[in-house]
């Protein structure tokens, strides 16, 4: 159970974070300073440095689709990949949305967040910079996973390449025509993972060819 004071401090992260949002989407993410966001989380400066160290933790601190909640769901499981990569993604979207309720949000509140948060990392180079490394990250495990699946090493063509296919989609999930409201997204993880899958059936029946 989450104390009291664990509980204050979440929830302090939290409305910092979508101060920092709010403002960063109205005035633009270099124009809006730290003091700025702290008058508008109604917290000291110094608080929001203390839970935020740089400008760009505000963004990235905290992702729930993080390299290490991946890890866990692919270390020793049965079953495939891109599976689990499906089971952990629908997973912690129905955490999210619990969370969500749990605060008293409107249904889907959450996921407009990370458009607009997805829509400010697209536009501004050096924030592009620092998501391609932790997407790095979430493409290595997939590649070594699909490797372990099919005996082959994690740098080779197939496990790459699909792992690059199925966070590449992942990752525009939210800035799609098709993406307008978060009922369509399990369908559409469906539909990365379904294309990611066809390709590497095909990489792999290719290699096996004479």
Do not use: C
Not at 35 to 42: L, Q, R, T, V
Not at 56 to 65: I, N, S
Not at 101 to 130: C, F, H, M, N, V
């Amino acid at each position: 159970m989450e104390g009291r004071r664990d509980r204050k401090k979440r929830q302090t992260r939290e409305r910092i974070q979508a101060a920092a949002l709010e403002l960063f989407t109205s005035n633009g993410y270099r124009n809006t300073t730290i003091a700025a966001i702290a008058e508008h989380a109604d917290v000291a400066t110094r608080t929001v440095t203390l839970h935020f160290p740089t400008k760009e933790d505000l963004l990235f601190a905290d992702d729930p689709f993080d390299p290490e909640s991946l890890a866990a769901r692919l270390t020793p499981r049965p079953g495939d990949t891109l599976d689990a990569v499906g089971e952990w993604m629908r997973d912690t979207m129905r955490a999210l949305d619990g969370h969500d309720a749990e605060q008293g949000r409107e249904p889907g509140e959450i996921w407009s967040l990370r458009t607009k948060r997805a829509a400010l990392i697209a536009d501004d180079e050096d924030l592009r910079a620092r998501a391609r490394a932790s997407y790095y990250e979430l493409e290595r495990l997939i590649a070594a996973a699909i490797g372990n699946d099919l005996g082959l090493p994690p740098d080779a063509l197939a496990p790459r390449l699909t792992a690059y296919a199925v966070v590449g989609g992942l990752r525009e999930l939210y800035t799609t025509r098709e993406a307008r409201h978060r009922e369509d997204l399990p369908a559409l993880v469906d539909r990365v993972l379904h294309f990611a899958r066809a390709g590497l059936t095909q990489l792999t029946t290719d290699a096996g060819k004479p």
